[in-house]
């Protein structure tokens, strides 16, 4: 069983800058992707990005250019840093990771809220 424990978020003004951390415990299988989602009020969640254990990405267009993903595969841990903080880009921030090759390898960390105030 999987577990990821997320930090990070909180209240940002517009322009500002967060970073969130992920940190997955347990047996992880590759291939597999480590990523960020979000859901805003009344929204579906979206993919904001994701990194493979190999280190390719892929970013939403809303976060190209101003967030970064990164992975640390020795420690099971990605992180998003995210710069020029919008007041759309407040949400609950959910870390995700999915294990390509495992039936029910997919898992979620429980939210952490990400406010930008204008």
């Known amino acids: 069983q999987v577990q990821l424990v997320e930090s990070g978020g909180g209240l940002v003004q517009a322009g500002g800058s967060l970073s969130l951390s992920c940190a997955a415990s347990?047996?992880?299988?590759?291939?597999?992707?480590m990523g960020w989602y979000r859901q805003a009020p009344g929204k579906q969640r979206e993919l904001v990005a994701r990194?493979?254990?190999?280190?390719?990405?892929n970013y939403a267009d809303s976060a190209k250019g101003r967030f970064t993903i990164s992975r640390d595969n020795a420690k099971n841990t990605a992180t998003l840093q995210m710069s020029n903080l919008k007041p759309e880009d407040t949400a609950v921030y959910y870390c995700?990771?999915?294990?390509?090759?495992?039936?029910?390898?997919?898992?979620w960390g429980q939210g952490t809220q990400v406010t930008v105030s204008s």
């Open positions: 995700n990771l999915a294990q390509l090759a495992q039936p029910g390898g997919n898992y």
């Open positions: 347990g047996t992880i299988f590759r291939p597999n992707y």
């Open positions: 990194v493979t254990n190999a280190g390719s990405t």
